[in-house]
């Protein structure tokens, strides 16, 4: 089931995102994000346990929202969650009015790239030196019809 997630949700958010090496969302950030407006934080739970998350954030006066995170759980992995998650995270931008979202992913993600172009993501340039250890960073977006 995905929904929005809520306060209750953060520990679990925190533990997915360690998970993963690399750049993490941090629980302060997962609470400012679950108590502004800037963000939509989804998350898929299955069996009461949260077991993948989406963010998408957004900057005032633009119709741009930014994907900032999609994690799924290695155990749950190849079913489809992170296509279903994408998915629902675009409509959550399109009801915030955004037109376009954009995204950063590792240029040697492979497994995220094949997703993204999936699911109608375009490259549209690379970021030397992105990352913490320099690695670039692939950018992508799609324009989603309102
Ligand atoms: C990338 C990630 C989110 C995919 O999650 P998932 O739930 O396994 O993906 P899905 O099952 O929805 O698969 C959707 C598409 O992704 C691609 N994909 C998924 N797993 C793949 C794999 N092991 N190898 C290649 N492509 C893969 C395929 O295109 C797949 O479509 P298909 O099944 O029709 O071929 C997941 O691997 C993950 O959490 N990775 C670590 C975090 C990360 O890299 N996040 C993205 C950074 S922005």
Redesign the pocket.
Known sequence: MIRPAISEDVDALVKLEA??PGDRLSRQSFRRFLKGNTASVLVYAEGGEVV?NSVVLYRRGSLSGR?Y??????R???????????AAAELAAVSRGCNRLC????AD????L??????GYIPCGQINNYYQDHAPAQRLHKLIPI
């Open positions: 998970i993963f993948a994907i995170s999609l994690v799924v759980h290695p749950v992995q190849g079913r489809g969650i992170a296509r279903a998650l994408l995204l950063e992913v590792r993600n492979q497994t995220a094949a997703l993204y172009l999936k699911s």
